[in-house]
């Protein structure tokens, strides 16, 4: 029999929820890891910006995700549901996101 681990790293936000001591002791009581964020990255693509906000909102919002297979589903689900104009508008509006940069 073939058993195979995952493991899962945690990358915490900026904001109090993912800095809390208690969240950290929880993560660490399941045996994960916790790393602060990454600095701000001027390199980051505008449009990852644009594409991951709308597919958490949309996808992952108010919902309980307990398993790899839930996250495949809402991804599906999400990409199936979205309209093409998101994309095409979220390529269009990059000029302006670089100006801005």
Known sequence: MLVLSVKVILQGGPTPPHT??????????????????????????????????????????????NSYENVEKGLHDWTISTYIWFFWEGIHILPMRWGKM
């Open 20 to 65: 809390a001591k208690a969240i950290r002791d929880i993560i660490s009581a399941f045996g994960g890891k916790f790393y602060p964020p990454p600095p701000y990255l001027s390199e980051s693509a505008p449009s990852d910006y644009h594409l991951f906000s709308s597919m958490f909102n949309d996808a992952f919002s108010m919902k309980h995700i």
